[in-house]
């Protein structure tokens, strides 16, 4: 099994930023691609960004491209969300998710394993 846990989440005001982290642990011998999804106060779960193992395939929603970076650090088994310019619109329970494949994928159905989600929040 692999455990992810985020983290980094808080209150942030608007225009400033924040960095996420998922820590993976477990059996991570295999090579998982990783994926970002959040989920807003009365609204579905909707992707984020998506990276692959080797970090050479990236994938962003529209709204969060050229906002939102996307990285990994397999070494210490952390995948990262950097998050600039930051509005209200932001704020949502953001998720890290692992799933098996090597071109990123936007679908939920594309991921096996699921973090607990860490708490965004954009004031005004």
């Known amino acids: 099994q692999v455990q992810l846990v985020e983290s980094g989440g808080g209150l942030v005001q608007a225009g400033g930023s924040l960095r996420l982290a998922c820590a993976a642990s477990?059996?991570?011998?295999?090579?998982?691609?990783m994926g970002w999804f959040r989920q807003a106060p009365g609204k579905e779960r909707e992707f984020v960004a998506a990276?692959?193992?080797?970090?050479?395939?990236?994938n962003y929603a529209y709204s969060m491209k050229g906002r939102f970076t996307i990285s990994r650090d397999n070494a210490k088994n952390t995948v990262y969300l950097q998050m600039n310019s930051l509005g209200p619109e932001d704020t949502a329970i953001y998720y890290c998710?692992?799933?098996?494949?090597?071109?990123?994928?936007?679908?939920?159905?594309?991921?096996?394993?699921w973090g607990q989600g860490t708490q965004v929040t954009v004031s005004s």
């Open positions: 998710a692992a799933g098996q494949w090597n071109s990123p994928i936007v679908a939920e159905s594309g991921y096996d394993y």
């Open positions: 990276i692959n193992w080797s970090g050479g395939a990236t």
């Open positions: 477990g059996v991570t011998r295999n090579k998982y691609g």
